[in-house]
């Protein structure tokens, strides 16, 4: 499994990614998720990947090629973010035919980047090769085991949150998943774009015994303890009679 997470705010878009893949028990191992294409002043793309590796791998491979090989039609060469999106969903419908299709072959991508002239834009592929984008109402995009790192992004992100707090809601949201299923686990990577700035951002990666992750959940674990135990009683309070 894994976890991955993609927040567009006003100011530009934070990208955040476990490194963790599970094909049992005994066969736990680390791959890469996140993957950057741009030509500075031009474009830029950053994709978040999720699902069967040799499809994920299958999927970015073949997009390097297109680029490498000067196609026609390629990651680069894009005019709208939309088109870009497509593109991205049916070579990964391709790729999940070569093995055969079904279930066990599918893969779902985060996707977000900006083209010269246009807006900053995110938007999250399903396996079917359709997609959804990030709107005011929804800032946040998730894929993989999604539901435990959601309560943190549903309280704090909106359009006006700063990226800096943006990039902290992620690891807080990535330390909670972690915490709760141990198929998902470092290293973290995060990844910052700066709104119009069509250059690459800061990359940060964190490796499982690194300080600052460590920092993270345990400031964590002690202000929810902290708050947990300020709640108020119930003792006191009217109760509710249930006729039997």
Same mark, same amino acid.
């Given at each position: 499994m894994t976890y991955c997470v993609g927040i567009k705010v006003n100011s530009g878009i934070i990208f955040c990614s476990d490194s963790r893949t599970n094909a049992g028990i005994d066969q736990v191992n680390t791959y890469k998720k996140m993957y950057t294409f741009g !030509?500075?002043? #031009?474009?830029?793309?950053? $994709?978040? /990947? @999720?699902?069967? *590796?040799?499809?994920?791998?299958? !999927?970015?491979? #073949?997009?390097?090629?297109? $680029?490498? /090989? @000067?196609?026609? *039609?390629?990651?680069?060469?894009?005019?709208n973010f939309h088109d870009a999106v497509d593109y991205i969903g049916r070579i990964s419908l391709h790729q999940q035919a070569k093995t055969g299709g079904g279930p066990a072959f599918q893969a779902n991508f985060i996707?977000?980047?900006?083209?010269?002239?246009?807006?900053?834009?995110?938007?999250m592929i399903y396996p079917?090769?359709?997609?959804?984008?990030?709107?005011?109402?929804?800032?946040?995009?998730?894929?993989?085991?999604?539901?435990?790192?959601?309560?943190?992004l549903d309280r704090i992100i909106n359009m006006d949150t700063n990226l800096n707090t943006c990039a902290l809601c992620a690891l807080v949201s990535m330390d909670s998943t972690v915490k709760s299923n141990l198929s998902v686990g470092p290293p973290i990577d995060i990844r910052?774009?700066?709104?119009?700035?069509?250059?690459?951002?800061e990359h940060y990666h964190f490796d499982e015994n690194d300080d600052y992750l460590r920092q993270i959940n345990t400031a964590w674990n002690e202000k929810l303890i902290e708050a947990?135990?300020?709640?108020?009683?119930?003792?006191?309070?009217?109760?509710i009679q249930v006729s039997e």
């Open positions: !030509v500075p002043g #031009q474009c830029q793309y950053c $994709i978040l /990947a @999720s699902g069967n *590796l040799a499809t994920t791998q299958g !999927v970015i491979n #073949q997009i390097k090629k297109d $680029i490498n /090989a @000067s196609e026609a *039609l390629n990651l680069l060469v894009m005019t996707v977000g980047g900006q083209i010269s002239g246009q807006d900053h834009e995110l938007a079917e090769g359709n997609y959804i984008t990030a709107t005011e109402l929804t800032p946040f995009l998730q894929i993989g085991e999604s539901k435990y790192g959601k309560p943190i910052f774009y700066h709104a119009n700035s069509l250059t690459t951002g947990f135990m300020q709640l108020p009683s119930l003792e006191g309070h009217a109760k």
